[in-house]
């Protein structure tokens, strides 16, 4: 294991952000982990995963460990089921399509996400009426103060829109190592219960969609609507979808009527931060190398060499101008470093 000091860490984020870890070393067992810590306990850490959902606006004058632990296997199965266990360093959407080839179901309508599998969990990641929650069985991780491992059930997770225990009660003191999905081997639970997915399924003249045909269909929505990364930095949705009260809700769509809307409860209503942004104008604007995506407003863009700080400009402008033409407060997804 190699410490490595002023590492530029422009590829290990989605943005593509150029910005300089202190100092950088990639770990790729969790025995490397453990001694790692234990060795530099007293240093400030940054705990680096696949970079996909961060937006770097300074140096990190820490010590980023970067996840690399490789591997994944099927760890128990019934009848019915496959435990499958990816550890964190795996990425997601290879994952994804390793468990679509062996024919096990519940990952599909989560294809193309960017990012590891170890930081799926921190934020419940979902798409297309799936969330990590709906399949998610266990994971492993290390209490950084301690170095040992402690399991961390799905009850234990505390699982919402977004969020888990690992970005409240437990932040910053645990590093996720591995995770296990409890999947199907049979009698898929196919969803399609986003409208998106149904019509892309139309197109294609599917009429009983297998899981790769999920994927597949997936994958279409995505790159129709979302930048790969790989030819435009982007951190996914910057921001999530606001939860309003109903009462606040019912005053603001009586302006609108045409707002789309998904009723959370009786008394709450969610919103598309995306729809927000289009209306009051962003989609598509550049501003220098930061910029909102023409396709979809919910995701920032780096035109190459944008800061972190100018894209977060961007957005803190976005928020402005929607809660005075909204009075919506709409907050980042990413985390803002
Ligand atoms: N919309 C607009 N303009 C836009 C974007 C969206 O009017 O520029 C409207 C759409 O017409 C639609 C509604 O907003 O009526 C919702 O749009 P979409 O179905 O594209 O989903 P989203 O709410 O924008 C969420 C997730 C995505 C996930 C999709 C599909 C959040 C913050 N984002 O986006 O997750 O892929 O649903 O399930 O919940 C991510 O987290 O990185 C991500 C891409």
């Avoid at 530029?8 to 790692?36: C, D, H, M, P, R």
């Avoid at 609108?256 to 009786?266: D, L, N, T």
């Amino acid at each position: 294991m190699n410490i490595l000091n002023n590492f530029s860490l422009k590829k290990y984020n989605t943005f593509g952000i150029e910005a300089k870890a202190k100092q950088f070393v990639a770990v790729k067992t969790t025995e490397e982990l453990k001694t790692i810590v234990k060795e530099n306990l007293a240093k400030p850490k940054f705990i680096l995963g696949g970079g996909s959902n961060m937006l770097l606006t300074q140096d990190i004058e820490a010590l980023v460990i970067h996840i690399d632990l490789k591997g994944k296997k099927v760890v128990k199965e019934d009848n019915d089921f496959v435990w499958v266990e990816s550890m964190a360093g795996e990425n997601w959407h290879e994952f994804v399509l390793w468990t679509i080839n062996q024919n096990f179901g519940g990952l599909e309508n989560m294809s193309l996400i960017p990012g590891n599998v170890g930081t799926t969990p921190v934020q419940n990641i979902g798409a297309y009426g799936t969330e990590i929650k709906d399949t998610f069985a266990s994971c492993e991780a290390m209490n950084i103060a301690t170095q040992e491992m402690k399991t961390f059930t799905k009850e234990a997770c505390h699982f919402g829109y977004r969020e888990s225990i690992f970005k409240h009660e437990v932040k910053d003191q645990y590093i996720i190592t591995s995770v296990v999905f409890k999947l199907t081997k049979s009698n898929h639970k196919i969803n399609t219960s986003y409208g998106d997915i149904t019509k892309e399924l139309d197109k294609q003249n599917v009429i009983t969609p297998t899981l790769k045909d999920i994927s597949n269909a997936v994958i279409a929505i995505r790159q129709s609507k979302l930048p790969d990364p790989a030819a435009l930095g982007n951190s996914g949705s910057f921001f999530k979808n606001p939860i309003i009260s109903k009462v606040d809700f019912d005053k603001i769509h009586a302006l609108h009527p045409e707002m789309p809307h998904y009723v959370v409860s009786a008394t709450e209503v969610k919103v598309p931060a995306g729809w927000l942004i289009e209306r009051a104008g962003f989609k598509g604007k550049r501003f220098g190398d930061a910029g909102i995506h023409k396709n979809q407003a919910l995701v920032l863009v780096n035109y190459g060499n944008a800061t972190g700080q100018e894209i977060l400009n961007v957005s803190k402008d976005i928020q402005d101008t929607i809660l005075k033409e909204f009075g919506i407060a709409i907050e980042a997804e990413v985390n803002v470093i």
